[in-house]
């Protein structure tokens, strides 16, 4: 998992816009208990529209 962080992280300085890729790296995240990263990206995925980002969230408390 670290080496697929290393992956998401480099994929996002290509093409900082990328939903899927904030999405991915969230999941990443959070099997490796980064959370404050986690969160950090499902918020910026929801802000980019994506609409299993805003689910997420709203189960962790963390969108109106």
Known sequence: LPI???DYNKAL???P???LTYYNRA?????L??????L????????LGHQGAK???KKKGQFP
């Open 17 to 19: 816009d990328n939903v």
């Open 27 to 31: 999941y990443v995240s959070n099997k």
């Open 4 to 6: 697929s962080l290393a």
């Open 13 to 15: 300085l290509l093409d």
């Open 40 to 47: 950090a990206d499902l918020k910026k995925t929801a802000r």
């Open 33 to 38: 208990g980064r959370t404050g990263q986690e």
């Open 55 to 57: 689910n997420v969230l």
